[in-house]
């Protein structure tokens, strides 16, 4: 008797769990056929369009998205067909590909793949990852690329035995994820290095994994290195230089140039007046495009990082409290990010959430305030699922090993999620920016998503 009620909850909570997300599945798709081919006018698209024409990159741009832009540009010459359209396509069919990669990676069982096909919809109809693949935006790209990296990762440190060697055709895709991120976004390198030492604490300790994620590592920070040394001029575009100072000065010192401008060194005043500071506390963006520039001009890229340095320090000298809770804060925000694009879009917080939201709803307003309201709701319903069967099963696991029990899956998702909330938090003060962390939310719909697996494998 217990055995049957527990097997109609099961399917009641089977067949509640397809009914949401189909509805997602229906709104996603309709979304994207009514913006597709849609330009959402983000000013970062048309630099990267005008980039793609010059090739003149700077250290914030790698040189696989205006290669890829170049290469739509070139087919709608070709065949009339807006180079929006083609963009729109290859970003689609990547990251439909990719995730069904990475979800494949969860269960290597036969029987369960068309709920692999289906749950690959409801991930590739997520709101913001589809506002994303409808962008011309090398975000889309790089977390194709992250897919085949995490998946690759999740083989290979699943492969426990000597009898179970990982095949090398996923050590190659694990390298090559790792450089076409770097090449689509700059940042993903020190991710990705970040990523292969995660990898190196979970993986079966082996002398051939071990020489094989060296090998793998070695080979792909060169490569990434060596193109970026061909194809990147430093400085090209007027920014301030990409270097940890830089970073520094945006995290500690930004909004506070003008309040503390009467404390700075002379070096930094007798360069930024105070009305150059006031501009630089009204825009985040003065931070790259007007105050690192003028500095740099002034003193040169090398005793920039030093006086960048030492405003950070005097900064977090002198709002320490102020300076650690702001950190927390947007730490808070980037990990659990679908939760704070919720309460962004409900009126709450400071973000560029709802500036990406307003782009996302230029040509559709109406079906995208439903779509995204639906998405999120859909979100919190699989998350309390998500919740339940994972307290469920730790006491279940607890009472059978008397110890807790997490596997590398779940350590490579949960390490992944931190390195991406720390990085991005300690990159800038600016308000936090979904866009910048599709991994996380793709990560947070794929541990609720992994509910219908469990559902599955635990039927009678």
């Known amino acids: 008797m217990k055995e049957?009620?527990?097997?109609?909850?099961k399917k009641s909570l089977f067949i509640s769990m397809v009914m949401v997300s189909f509805l997602q599945i229906i709104?996603?798709?309709l979304y994207l056929a009514a913006n597709f081919g849609i330009n959402q006018t983000y000013a970062e698209s048309g630099e990267l369009i005008g980039i793609s024409k010059t090739f003149l990159l700077d250290e914030y741009t790698g040189i696989l998205?205006?290669?890829l832009l170049a290469v739509c540009r070139a087919a709608e010459r070709v065949t009339s067909i807006p180079f929006l359209y083609s963009l729109d396509v290859i970003q689609l069919a990547a990251f439909f590909g990719a995730t069904l990669f990475l979800i494949r990676t969860m269960t290597r069982n036969k029987h369960k793949a068309v709920l692999t096909v289906y749950l690959t919809c409801f991930l590739f109809t997520v709101p913001f990852l589809m506002q994303m693949n409808l962008a011309a935006l090398p975000y889309s790209p790089a977390l194709s690329c992250f897919e085949i990296l995490l998946g690759s990762g999740i083989i290979i440190a699943k492969k426990k035995s000597r009898a179970e060697k990982s095949e090398k055709k996923y050590w190659v895709l694990l390298g090559a994820s790792m450089v076409a991120e770097s090449l689509f976004v700059p940042d993903s390198f020190w991710l990705g290095v970040l990523f292969l030492g995660m990898l190196l604490l979970v993986l079966p300790k082996r002398k051939e994994n071990i020489a094989a994620l060296l090998l793998t590592?070695?080979?792909s920070i060169f490569a990434v290195q060596g193109?970026?040394?061909l194809t990147v001029q430093p400085g090209s575009h007027g920014k301030i230089q990409n270097s940890f100072e830089a970073a520094m000065v945006s995290r500690f010192v930004w909004p506070n140039f003008a309040t503390n401008y009467f404390f700075w060194d002379d070096e930094i005043k007798s360069v930024m007046t105070l009305n150059d500071a006031v501009r630089i506390c009204q825009r985040e963006d003065e931070?790259?495009?007007y105050f690192g520039p003028m500095i740099e001009k002034a003193y040169g890229r090398k005793e920039a990082n030093q006086l960048y340095l030492i405003m950070a320090e005097r900064c977090l000298h002198d709002r320490t409290k102020e300076s650690l809770k702001d950190i927390a804060e947007d730490f808070r925000d980037y990990l659990f990010m679908p939760f704070t694009i919720e309460r962004n879009l409900s009126g709450s917080g400071t973000s560029e959430?709802?500036?990406?939201?307003?782009?996302m709803r230029s040509n559709s307003p109406e079906l995208t305030k439903y779509y995204c309201r639906y998405g999120l709701i859909a979100f919190d319903y699989f998350f309390l699922i998500f919740m339940m069967i994972l307290i469920e099963k730790a006491v279940r696991k607890f009472k059978e090993t008397g110890k807790k029990h997490v596997n590398r899956e779940d350590m490579l998702f949960v390490g992944n999620l931190m390195i991406y909330a720390f990085w991005f938090t300690m990159r800038s003060n600016s308000p936090v920016d979904y866009k910048m962390v599709l991994p996380v939310i793709l990560i947070w719909y794929l541990l609720t998503a992994e509910s219908f697996f469990f559902v599955v494998s635990e039927k009678k």
């Open 27 to 29: 709104l996603g798709v």
């Open 227 to 229: 193109v970026t040394f």
């Open 287 to 289: 931070v790259s495009d």
């Open 4 to 9: 049957k009620t527990v097997n109609w909850v």
């Open 217 to 219: 590592a070695c080979v």
């Open 353 to 359: 959430n709802a500036w990406n939201y307003s782009k």
């Open 65 to 67: 998205y205006p290669l």
